[in-house]
């Protein structure tokens, strides 16, 4: 009795360090569900006066010239929708989008963007066919059709002026940006 007892607590324990490992990875299924045989890129952190505030993965599929792409942000701060829409919008002011196209941009994130908690990711999917389609915590929750928008989304991050240079390089890697996104490696 007592080696069956034994027995059996060694595969609950098992069991839930499987469990626990499990509940640990992440899940990209809707990446890999948009993108043929998607890997990562490059990742990185963002840190701003010293916070911790996302960290970011650039996903590609297996042939660097393949157009479809994705950006993965787990948050590690709370930030509400609104407040996202309006970091973007700035964001997109700052490498070159005309002051009208962001606020009507800002706007329409502002319908769609959640509040995101730490631990929380946002996930934008590009493809030429249909445009940006994101997705919190993996679940879609938009799909903003044309290439201007997404080529101003994405390059917040992946532009060669967008406002955090190292975080690019570190997406990058040793690739090159998306056929989107204009700018040398």
Not at 65 to 72: C, G, I, R, V
Not at 79 to 94: I, V
Not at 167 to 174: D, K, V, Y
Request: aromatic share 10%; charged share 15%.
């Amino acid at each position: 009795m007592r080696k069956h007892l034994l027995h059996s607590s060694a595969h609950l324990f098992i069991a839930l360090l499987l469990v626990n490992g499990l509940a640990g990875a992440k899940d990209t299924s809707h990446i890999d569900f948009a993108i043929n045989s998607s890997q990562p890129q490059g990742s990185g952190r963002l840190n701003f006066w010293g916070f911790h505030v996302y960290d970011a993965t650039l996903y590609r599929a297996a042939n660097s010239s393949s157009p479809e792409f994705a950006l993965d942000i787990q948050y590690q701060r709370s930030f509400s929708g609104h407040a996202l829409a309006s970091k973007t919008a700035d964001e997109m002011r700052k490498i070159g989008v005309p002051e009208a196209q962001a606020v009507i941009w800002g706007k329409e994130l502002v319908a769609v963007l959640p509040n995101v908690e730490p631990g929380q990711t946002l996930t934008g999917v590009y493809s030429p066919k249909v445009g940006t389609t994101l997705f919190y915590e993996g679940k879609k929750i938009a799909q903003i059709p044309g290439a201007e928008f997404s080529k101003a989304f994405f390059g917040i991050w992946l532009d060669p002026k967008t406002s955090a240079p190292k975080l690019r390089a570190e997406l990058l890697g040793s690739g090159c940006p998306p056929p989107l996104i204009s700018g040398a490696c």
